[in-house]
C-alpha cells in the first residue's frame, strides 16, 4: 500500500497509509485530540474524520473550539432536527437545513396543510432529539448517481430535494444517513449524534422556499446543541442578556431612531439623539481622516444606470439594487446608489494625474440603497438605505502595502476608541474553482492577494482565510469582530482592486512619462453607520463611550431655589462642548436620578444649597453611584481628559 503526505497546520508533514482517515491521523498524535476531533478540513473542505483520505493533503484537525468544528456540529444537529420531525410527523418535506454562522442552524419544512408546528410543539420535539442523540447514530456518507437520487426521493413525494437535486451535477451527489433518516447532503459532519447532549429550538417563522416570493412559504424551525448541558444554560444565559441589549429596544428606549411604515420599510428616521450619536462619530471619523490625508468629497443619491454598467455593479449585483428610475427621456435611466466607487472614479478621472498626485485619497459619508427582502430587515442592522464611511484610494502599484497598512491602523485605532478588543481579520480570498464569479486577470488577482497576505503579516494581525468571499473586483481583508456576549459581527473591511480601475480607464502619468493605470483600494472602517451603531449600542449596553453619549450629563437640581445656579452650571458646560440638560421638574431628586440612570446618562450633577454657596457639583457616575462634590473647573478639566483620551490618532 502507497502512504501519501498529510501537512499539518502546524507546516510539519507526516506520512501515512493511503485510506487514512482523520480519526486515525488525531489518534497518530494523541488520544486526546481523537476524543475531541469533531470532524476534519481537508484541503479547505469539511470532511467526516471517518473518511478515507486517498491522496496528499493539507489536514486540520477541528474540535468544538474551532468555528468549523462548530458548524460541523450544528449542521449534523440540522440532520437530527429533521430525523425527529420525521418521526414525529411522518409524511414531512424537508427544503434545505444549514448551520448558521451566528451559531446554531434551522430547517425548511413542509408538514402539508394540515399539521402546525409552533413554539408549543418546541418541548416535544427537543425530547425526541435528544432520545435519538442517545442512540449514537454515526452519520454514513454515500456517493449515490444521479438517478438513484431521483428515485429515492421521488418515493418519498418531496419535491423540494428533487428541486435540489436537478440543480446537481451527475457524480457530485452524496447521502448522509443516521439512524432512520437520509437526506441529500454535501457533508461535513461529526462521527455519531452521541455527542449532541443538549438542544434548545429557539424560534419558528416562515420562509419562501429558495428565498424566492413568489415560491410557497415553508415553515423554519431554528435551533441551537451543544456537547454539554452546562454550555446550553450559559447560552440561554447569553440569549436573556442579548434581549436587554437589543438596539431595538434600546434605540426606542434611548430615543434614537425609529421606523415608519409610511416611510417605507428598511428606511431608518435618525431622532434628535440618535442624530447627535450619528453626528459625533462621523466627526471623529472625519479628523482622522484629515490626518490621515484624505481629502472629502460628496457625490449624488442617484447615478446614470450606465455607470453601474461600466464599474460591473449592475451586471453583478442588479438584481439586488433598486430597479433603474426612467426619466421621460427616451432610453435614460437613473438608479439609487447601491455603491460609492463608481462615483469615486469620476471624481479620479475628472482630470489628468501624475504619479505626483498619487495616492489620491477620496473619502465620503454617502448614503447608499440596496433592495433587501422584507422578512430579511432587521433594525439598523439590515437596511435598504444605509451611510458608508466610504473612502476610495488612487495609488501606484508600489504604494499599495504602504497605503493598504495605514487603512489597518485607522481601523484597528476605531475599534479602540469604541472599545472592540476581540477581533479577527478575514483574508477574503477568490474561489479557484469558480472564477468566473470575478472580474480581471489572474495576475492581477494574484498580485492583489500577496499584498493583503503579507501586510497582515506585517501588521501583526490575527487572520484566517475564506476562498469564495472575495468581492467580485478584488479580494478583501474583513474584520470580525466579537461583542461583549461574544458573537461575531463582520464591521470593518478594506478591499484591493485592480479591476475599477481598468474598467473606467483610469490613468496616471507615471516618473517615464508613460500613462499607468492606478491601483484602488476600497475601505471602509465602520462599514455602515447604521450597521456600526447597532452593534456598538448592543456591545455597550446602550452606555456609549463618554465622548459618544448624546448626552452626557443631567443636572439636577434638589428644589426650584437653585434652578438659577444650575442654569449657570449649565452655561459653563455649554462653552466647553459638554452636552446635557437641566431637569428642573417638581419631582423628587431620587426619581431625577433613576429616571436619569435609565437613559444611561454618564454624569448626573446634582446642586442644592452647600453646591451653590461653594461653587461646586456634587457628582453621580451612572452605574456607580457618588463620586463626592468637587468645583465646576475640577470636573471639566477632569471630563475633558477623559473624552480627550481616544481622540488622538498618529
Known amino acids: 500500500m502507497s502512504n501519501i503526505k498529510i501537512t499539518l497546520p502546524d507546516g510539519s508533514v507526516r506520512e501515512y497509509p493511503a485510506g487514512t482517515t482523520g480519526h486515525e491521523i488525531a489518534l497518530s498524535i494523541s488520544e486526546g485530540l481523537a476524543r475531541n476531533v469533531l470532524t476534519a478540513k481537508v484541503n479547505g473542505e469539511v470532511w467526516e474524520s471517518s473518511r478515507p483520505i486517498h491522496e496528499d493533503a493539507t489536514v486540520s484537525l477541528l474540535t468544538w473550539k474551532d468555528e468549523d468544528g462548530k458548524q460541523a456540529f450544528w449542521h449534523s444537529s440540522a440532520h437530527l432536527l429533521a430525523e425527529a420531525i420525521e418521526a414525529l410527523y411522518p409524511g414531512t418535506k424537508f427544503g434545505i437545513g444549514p448551520s448558521i454562522e451566528s451559531g446554531g442552524f434551522y430547517y425548511d419544512i413542509d408538514t402539508g396543510d394540515d399539521v402546525v408546528i409552533n413554539e408549543e410543539a418546541f418541548p416535544k420535539i427537543e425530547a425526541k432529539m435528544l432520545e435519538l442523540a442517545k442512540q449514537k447514530n454515526e452519520f454514513v456518507r454515500k456517493e ?48 455519531s449524534t452521541g455527542l449532541i447532549k443538549a438542544a434548545k429550538l429557539t424560534n419558528v417563522a416562515g420562509a419562501y422556499w429558495l428565498g424566492q416570493t413568489d415560491r410557497k412559504q415553508l415553515t423554519r424551525i431554528y435551533g441551537i446543541t451543544f456537547p454539554k448541558q452546562k454550555e446550553l444554560k450559559e447560552h440561554l444565559a447569553l440569549l436573556e442578556e442579548a434581549k436587554k441589549r437589543d438596539h431595538r429596544k434600546l434605540g426606542k428606549e434611548l430615543e434614537l431612531f425609529t421606523f415608519s411604515e409610511r416611510v417605507g420599510k428598511g428606511l431608518p428616521l435618525w431622532l434628535p439623539k440618535g442624530t447627535l450619536l450619528r453626528e459625533r462619530l462621523e466627526n471623529f471619523m472625519r479628523r482622522a481622516q484629515i490626518k490621515a490625508g484624505y481629502s472629502p468629497v460628496v457625490t449624488p443619491h442617484i447615478g446614470s444606470k450606465k455607470l453601474y454598467e461600466t464599474s460591473g455593479h449592475w451586471e453583478k449585483y442588479g438584481e439586488d439594487s433598486f430597479q433603474p ?43 447608499v440603497y440596496r433592495y433587501e427582502q422584507s422578512g430579511e430587515l432587521h433594525g439598523l442592522t439590515r437596511v435598504r438605505g444605509f451611510t458608508q464611511d466610504d473612502a476610495h484610494i488612487f495609488c501606484t502599484p508600489t504604494q499599495v502595502k504602504e497605503e493598504f497598512g495605514k487603512v489597518i491602523d485607522l481601523v484597528l485605532y476605531v475599534f479602540n476608541a469604541l472599545g472592540f478588543e476581540d477581533y479577527t481579520a478575514q483574508i477574503s480570498l477568490r474561489d479557484p474553482e469558480n472564477k468566473s464569479k470575478y472580474f480581471g486577470k489572474d495576475e492581477d488577482w494574484e498580485q492583489a492577494e500577496q499584498a493583503i497576505i503579507d501586510v497582515a503579516a506585517q501588521k501583526g494581525l490575527k487572520t484566517v482565510t475564506e476562498l469564495g468571499e472575495a468581492a467580485f473586483y478584488g479580494p478583501k481583508l474583513d474584520f470580525m469582530v466579537k461583542d461583549a456576549l461574544k458573537r461575531k459581527w463582520q464591521l470593518g473591511t478594506v478591499q484591493l482592486d485592480y479591476q475599477l480601475p481598468d474598467r473606467f480607464e483610469l490613468e496616471y502619468i507615471g516618473s517615464d512619462n508613460e500613462r499607468h493605470r492606478p491601483v484602488m483600494i476600497h475601505r471602509a472602517p465602520f462599514g455602515s453607520l447604521e450597521r456600526f451603531i447597532a452593534v456598538l449600542t448592543e456591545h455597550c449596553a446602550g452606555k456609549f463611550p463618554l465622548w459618544l453619549a448624546p448626552e452626557q450629563i443631567a443636572i439636577l437640581p434638589i428644589s426650584q431655589k437653585f434652578h438659577e445656579y444650575a442654569q449657570e452650571v449649565y452655561a459653563q458646560l455649554e462653552e466647553n462642548d459638554i452636552r446635557g440638560y437641566i431637569d428642573e421638574r417638581a419631582e423628587t431628586t431620587g426619581k431625577k436620578i433613576a429616571e436619569a440612570e435609565v437613559k444611561k446618562i454618564p454624569f448626573m450633577l446634582i446642586v442644592g444649597e452647600r453646591e451653590a454657596e461653594e461653587g461646586k457639583v456634587s457628582i453621580r457616575k451612572q452605574g456607580e453611584g457618588n463620586l463626592g462634590s468637587i468645583t465646576l473647573e475640577e470636573f471639566i478639566q477632569n471630563f475633558k481628559a477623559e473624552t480627550n483620551a481616544v481622540m488622538k490618532f498618529s
Open 144 to 191: 449515490v448517481s444521479k438517478a438513484e437520487a431521483i428515485e429515492y426521493f421521488t418515493e418519498k413525494g418531496d419535491e423540494y430535494k428533487l428541486e435540489l437535486i436537478d440543480r446537481l451535477e451527475d457524480g457530485t451527489i452524496t447521502f448522509y444517513t443516521q439512524g432512520n433518516f437520509t437526506d441529500l447532503c454535501r457533508g461535513g459532519h461529526i462521527p
Open 325 to 367: 428610475i426612467a426619466t421621460p427621456q427616451e432610453g435614460e435611466e437613473f438608479m439609487l446608489k447601491p455603491m460609492n466607487c463608481p462615483h469615486h472614479c469620476e471624481i479620479y478621472a475628472s482630470k489628468p494625474r501624475s504619479y505626483k498626485d498619487l495616492p489620491l485619497r477620496l473619502a465620503e459619508f454617502g448614503t
